[in-house]
DNA sequence: CAGTGGTCTAGACCACATC
DNA sequence: ATGTGGTCTAGACCACTGA
């Protein structure tokens, strides 16, 4: 197969770009089985390491699982895969902020505001579902939150989410939208609690709170959803590891 | 090579850890260059390819950087390598708060207060250096930095950082101490700023502010460094990219 | 020019899943 | 028993670096 190609890149990167585009446009969903490396091996006319090395880089970037004896898998948020690798929130005593101990406030047709336009760009004034939760540590309120779906990419969502108990958000759009979230971006300011705030979460109006609004981007690298999480740091705080 | 080793790792995995151990020990220093993947196959009495299946893993966990057509080099924070990779406070227009725009309010001797000793491992009360600095935009103050280094693993270091004008901790920590900091544990809360901070700052008491408390770690694991940032957030913002 | 890492091949054996 | 991914080998050619 060394037929000179003039093509500069590497052919495991090619190969790789390939498989993600057939990811993406569902060929193969998620929780279901790829070709195993010897079939696609033969499929691309390349030695079974080169299509290896593609699957790996896959498989390092999390779009893949792999598990030797059964096969290499679409990576699904339900199934085995952790739930909650994106969630930066922990008690300040030490585990996670579970999903599990969330109520719904309300979930309603709403408009873009310009910073939710500005985070998924969009138009503002563009229709899509607001909700809002209210989760708790024990029986106290200690974080807020504000999600917005642009009916662009999840029409229809708020009857989706009226009937579901709060759960993933994100389990929910892969299901429901085939849009599998893969990044996401946060950034953390520190403000006053406004009225509405304090009411909720049983502060005085005023007090420091933080503040992370977070766009959530899909494989395909498209912004979907928006949110904010707005909470007290004497419960809770943000945690963030590197390197 | 195939003399049925008990030992359940796989080769290259225990190339890696010896590998690192090497690097740990000091036996090629930041900077410098590793011996050939055919040298280290040679030593081992592996095949090349064994060998640099351990070195690509190193490289992906950033301890070496690898240049085709001149070696696999210890990272070093001096040298091209990226300074500001543990940087996650941004302006709210755009780019990163620069490290050259600070100015060093005061270097002294100090112990640990209850906090640093917490997250340093360390008794409190250990003895070590202490350091504010200021880090303006423009010509406006917008965080101030405290930064406590242990006696036990930086002996002497307010003697270095009072001569230094306000470069990268990392750097010196590397320099003079032979630790390279390769991961950062950091808490973000939000909280009002005390009668200093307001000082320093140019805001009134009580405002809301970020807070981050950074642990860095050595090569081995250790903590090495604790420090806290305290801003306010209508010029800042602290910013996280996942996935 | 020789040496380096980067890519690619073709084959081997293994532990594990499934049937 | 068959097929999967995981490891390991041994060799090839390439682009790049530096003397």
Known sequence: MNETRPSSKPLYQQVKQHLVYRVLKGEWKPGQCLPSEMRLAEEYHLSQGTVRKAIEEMASE?????????GTFVTSHNGDYQPFRFHRL?????????????TYLETRQAEADERIAHGLHIAPGSTGTESLRLRHLDTQPVLLERIFLSDDLCPEAWRILQQHSPGSIYLILEQEYNLLITKVVEQVR??????????FLSIEP?????EVE?????????????????GMTDTIHYRNEMG
């Open 90 to 102: 922990y008690r300040n005593a030490g585990g996670k902020v579970a999903g599990n101990e969330a």
């Open 190 to 199: 520190a403000r006053a609690a406004t009225a509405e705030e304090a009411r």
């Open 206 to 210: 005023g007090v420091a709170v933080l």
């Open 62 to 70: 999390g779009l893949v699982t792999r598990q030797a004896g059964k």
């Open 214 to 230: 977070r766009v959530a981007y899909s494989l395909g690298g498209e912004p979907v959803e928006w949110r904010t999480m707005v």
